[in-house]
């Protein structure tokens, strides 16, 4: 237990500080690494807590195809190499510190009256993946299929955006 | 007993070690032989790859270092090794320093999964085949970091290359791994080898030997030729056109380390082609089972390896468009109808049906696919418009 809490605190540690590094950094390419590795870090906590799918989903998903496109973006908008601050300082601190505190008290609520915290019995064990698939396939194939349907719509609607602009440029 | 020497031999040593480092001796005896095997099968594929290109080109490669140019490796560590290590005046040093050591590090992971004989393997993962490729993804950002931090057009554009490329290609691989791990039921590497395993008269029970399999072992190779940005998909490292790519600005060890990231990350996907078509350690005869299985696991490595050479040797490189048609207008559609193939396999029950549907399936797709290809590159006289 404790060297999974020791873990636990590296991991962390970890995240915090590429999260962090990600909203102080000067160079957006430099911030969009650090939020990789913010990304990475949250994908090694849940495989800490024995979430195995869902945490090498988040790091396919996340580091694998979310971090590329950010910097895909950067690179294909402005060039990356400005050096301006990342956003004006003045009006920062007073409403960051109250969207902070905000989201604190919601997640803190959650936590506090969430079945776990409250519950004596043991949990059950992290489910596998045959588990989950099963549950997927059967509990909630309804969203599934609806997360699908809307997923094929925006990659029709992407490409036909693609195609209109290089029809209009020729 | 052979068979499980490796394995023997852990426990042996790990009996030497006090009771209460146990568990850090017995990850580390399992490491260990991970960084050291794979790393000299890279020196001796250096020496089978300069040999065998040197055959097909026809002329000697080297023969100066050792008998037969064995040694070669040896001499182009020391010239490594004793290089100037140069990093670019304005490039970013923090990111260019950490770019190979990240791709390295990426490189060696994989290996964790892949069950490299009976019992071997570093860690039975209930998702291993999903570990595989979300460590296989951060690649994608360590070759992006290594072009982008060297403040070079060319290697700029070899990483925009490279990156566009393997997210391409990463489709049909991943699409294509899908049907092995419907019919297995198992995202385990060690029960998809297991389900493997057996035979019917002399044929085993490998994925490669259905028509599904055999379709789908041919887009996975395709892939995996792509992923790790060999010939001919070495578009992100063209000498011709971009000189070296992503890694242009590295030199002397950092040099070398990209070198070796990159044949470490084409054994393991070979590795996991074996594991999900070929049958991983299985032997291939059942009179032949006898064979250690560590030795079947890397006798087929080595036959992969050499298919990958003659590749090399053998076909010219892609133009961008080529590379992006195939992709999307071929491989992938064809991965789908593998995926379709496979469900169909595995819901027919024993029979001659299943082997007819899921053939039929593979070769109308193929044709079709094929054809449509072939009408959409129209070929012709080629005509110029600068010089005649």
């Known amino acids: ?170 | 007993m052979l068979d499980q020497v490796f394995v023997l031999l852990k426990h042996w040593l790990l009996g030497y070690s006090p009771v209460v480092l146990q568990p850090a001796v017995s990850i580390l005896l399992t490491i260990l032989p991970i960084l050291l095997v794979f790393p000299v099968l890279f020196a001796l594929t250096t020496v089978l790859e300069r040999k065998g290109l040197g055959r097909i080109q026809n002329r000697y490669g080297p023969n100066r270092v050792g008998f037969f140019g064995i040694l070669q490796p040896m001499a182009d560590a020391v010239k490594s090794l004793t290089k100037e290590d140069i990093v670019p005046a304005s490039a970013d040093h923090t990111v260019h320093f950490l770019a190979p050591l990240i791709l390295l590090a990426v490189a060696f992971l994989p290996y964790a999964v892949l069950p490299i004989g009976r019992n071997m393997i570093a860690a039975d993962l209930d998702a291993g085949v999903l570990f595989f490729f979300a460590i296989g993804a951060i690649s994608e950002l360590s070759v992006f970091m290594a072009g982008w931090s060297s403040r070079n057009k060319y290697s700029l554009l070899g990483a925009m290359r490279a990156v566009a490329q393997m997210i391409s290609y990463e489709v049909p691989l991943l699409l294509s791994s899908v049907a092995v791990i419907m019919a297995a039921g198992s995202l385990s590497t060690v029960v998809i080898v297991e389900k493997q395993s057996g035979f019917s008269g002399i044929f085993p029970h490998w994925y490669v030997l259905t028509p599904w399999g055999f379709a789908g072992f041919i887009l996975f190779m395709i892939a995996a030729t792509a992923e790790t940005n060999r010939s001919p998909f070495d578009l992100p490292e063209g000498e011709s056109e971009i000189i070296a790519g992503y890694y242009i600005e590295y030199s002397g060890f950092k040099f070398a380390l990209f070198f070796l990231g990159e044949y470490l990350g084409m054994f393991a996907i070979s590795g996991l082609g074996i594991t999900l078509f070929l049958g991983g350690w299985t032997a291939p005869l059942p009179f032949l089972t006898w064979v250690p299985s560590w030795i079947w696991f890397f006798a087929k490595l080595l036959g992969l390896i050499i298919g990958f050479i003659w590749v090399r040797g053998t076909l010219p490189r892609l133009r961008m468009d080529q590379l992006m048609n195939f992709a999307w207008k071929f491989m992938l559609p064809m991965a789908l109808v593998v995926v379709v193939s496979a469900g169909a396999w595995r819901f027919l029950g024993q029979g001659v049906t299943r082997w007819l549907v899921s053939l039929v399936f593979i070769a109308v797709a193929y044709v079709l696919l094929a054809r449509g290809v072939e009408t959409r590159n129209r070929i012709a006289k080629r005509t110029y418009r600068f010089a005649e």
Not at chain 1, 58 to 73: D, E, M, R, T
Not at chain 1, 134 to 156: C, Q, R, S
């Open chain 1, 1 to 170: 237990m404790s060297l999974m809490s020791a873990t636990f605190f590296i991991l962390a540690a970890i995240t915090l500080v590429g999260a962090c590094a990600a909203m102080m950094l000067r160079g957006l390419v430099h911030c969009a690494l650090a939020v990789a590795i913010a990304f990475a870090g949250l994908g090694t906590l849940y495989l800490n807590l024995g979430a195995q799918f869902l945490g090498l989903a988040q790091l396919l998903v996340y580091v694998g195809a979310i971090a590329v496109l950010i910097v895909f973006v950067i690179l294909l908008t402005r060039g990356g190499d400005s050096d301006s601050p990342p956003l004006s300082r003045a009006a920062l601190p007073i409403t960051g510190l109250l969207v902070a505190a905000c989201i604190f008290a919601v997640l803190a609520w959650a936590v506090f009256h969430s079945f776990a915290v409250h519950s004596a019995v043991p949990l059950a064990a992290p489910a596998t993946v045959r588990e989950l698939g099963t549950v997927l396939m059967a509990d909630y194939v309804l969203p599934l299929e609806v997360i699908g349907l809307m997923l094929t719509a925006a990659l029709i609607g992407a490409a036909i955006i693609a195609m209109r602009e290089k029809q209009a440029t020729q």
